[in-house]
């Protein structure tokens, strides 16, 4: 049985700064690949980043490009994501997830495992 507890949100104001963390409780956490995802009132959930298990590497999403973070303690059995320079447009709620694939980590559908949550406000 997998679980993911998200942490981190709050209210920040444009220009700061945030890391969010997912705690994983379960066994063989090195073997998952881990995804953050986000949904803003009255959009679809879209993808933001993802990092492979296999050989590490890092996918971001048009919107994080640049700005966000995306990495892993596999000993503790957390991933984060490090958000920089945030915008009223990165407000919404996000979500950790984990796959035990390592391809089409931009789709949500290859997510067998989803946090509950966390919301991120960005104000002027």
């Known amino acids: 049985q997998v679980e993911l507890h998200e942490s981190g949100g709050g209210v920040v104001q444009s220009g700061d700064s945030l890391r969010l963390s997912c705690a994983f409780g379960g066994s063989q956490f090195y073997s998952y690949s881990v995804g953050w995802f986000r949904q803003s009132p009255g959009k679809e959930r879209e993808f933001v980043s993802a990092?492979?298990?296999?050989?590490?590497?890092?996918l971001y999403g048009d919107s994080a490009k640049g700005r966000f973070i995306i990495s892993r303690d596999n000993v503790k059995k957390l991933f984060f994501l490090q958000m920089n320079n945030l915008q009223i447009e990165d407000t919404a709620v996000y979500y950790c997830?984990?796959?035990?694939?390592?391809?089409?980590?931009?789709?949500?559908?290859?997510?067998?495992?989803w946090g509950q949550g966390t919301q991120v406000t960005v104000s002027s």
């Open positions: 997830a984990v796959s035990v694939g390592w391809e089409r980590l931009r789709d949500q559908s290859h997510y067998e495992h």
């Open positions: 990092l492979a298990w296999t050989n590490g590497a890092t």
